[in-house]
Nanobody
Framework: QVQLVESGGGLVQAGGSLRLSCAAS????????MGWYRQAPGKRRELVAT???????NYADSVKGRFTISRDNAKNTVYLQMNSLKPEDTAVYYC?????????????????WGQGTQVTVSS
């Protein structure tokens, strides 16, 4: 099995910065895309940013120019640097990854979510 553990959330004033981290652990063989999603109260979960193994990135229009996604393939870790934060960025941020892991007998695909980390931006 594969587990994703996020860290780095917290409370920050508008205009401030936070850096989220998400580490994947388990008998991982390979990871394809990794990404960050968020869900505000009463709203649907939405994509924030994704990054492929090769480093190609994709961002939601609402965060372009303010957020930067990156990953360390050797550490199976993805990061989200969030600058110029706005109150509307307040949400629970979830890490996501897909790839393959070894069960002990064979390889199996995984599509996993982290438990989420709260980001609160005060005005």
């Amino acid at each position: 099995q594969v587990q994703l553990v996020e860290s780095g959330g917290g409370l920050v004033q508008a205009g401030g910065s936070l850096r989220l981290s998400c580490a994947a652990s388990g008998t991982i063989s390979s990871i394809n895309a990794m990404g960050w999603y968020r869900q505000a109260p009463g709203k649907r979960r939405e994509l924030v940013a994704t990054i492929t193994t090769g480093g190609s990135t994709n961002y939601a229009d609402s965060v372009k120019g303010r957020f930067t996604i990156s990953r360390d393939n050797a550490k199976n870790t993805v990061y989200l640097q969030m600058n110029s934060l706005k109150p509307e960025d307040t949400a629970v941020y979830y890490c996501n990854a897909d790839g393959q892991y070894y069960t002990g007998s064979y390889f199996k695909t995984f599509y996993s979510w982290g438990q989420g980390t709260q980001v609160t931006v005060s005005s």
